[in-house]
Nanobody
Framework: QVQLVESGGGLVQPGGSLRLSCAASGSIFSINAMGWYRQAPGKQRELVATVDNGGGTNYADSVKGRFTISRDNAKNAVYLQTNSLKPGDTAVYYC?????????????????????WGKGTLVTVSS
């Protein structure tokens, strides 16, 4: 019922920038928080950044000052501006939507919500 579709990944040289985008489709009433996680080869998935529906943000220490997360509530979209990229940023980046409430759920008073993940977009930082 809800799909998250990421875009914007690719190959970039160290020091370069990429802008990742993610849009949630479906009959959505609200999304509590949206964010980005990443998983490098041989490593566990880790938090990159999140933004709640009030605009509050949270970043991993490793990306503070280099990445900026933003959100468009009207479009159910989240963005990640990545600057000063390093080879260590190479990973598959996943979009995450926390506590998605569908319009049909809202109509029956179900406000529990469901979490969704995108399929990921690959970011490769290499010279």
């Amino acid at each position: 019922q809800v799909q998250l579709v990421e875009s914007g990944g690719g190959l970039v040289q160290p020091g370069g920038s990429l802008r990742l985008s993610c849009a949630a489709s479906g009959s959505i009433f609200s999304i509590n928080a949206m964010g980005w996680y990443r998983q490098a080869p041989g490593k566990q998935r880790e938090l990159v950044a999140t933004v709640d529906n009030g605009g509050g943000t949270n970043y991993a220490d490793s990306v503070k000052g280099r990445f900026t997360i933003s959100r468009d509530n009207a479009k159910n979209a989240v963005y990640l501006q990545t600057n000063s990229l390093k080879p260590g940023d190479t990973a598959v980046y996943y979009c995450y939507a926390h506590r998605v409430i569908l319009r049909s759920d809202y109509d029956i008073g179900d406000f529990s919500g469901v979490d969704y993940w995108g399929k990921g977009t690959l970011v490769t930082v290499s010279s």
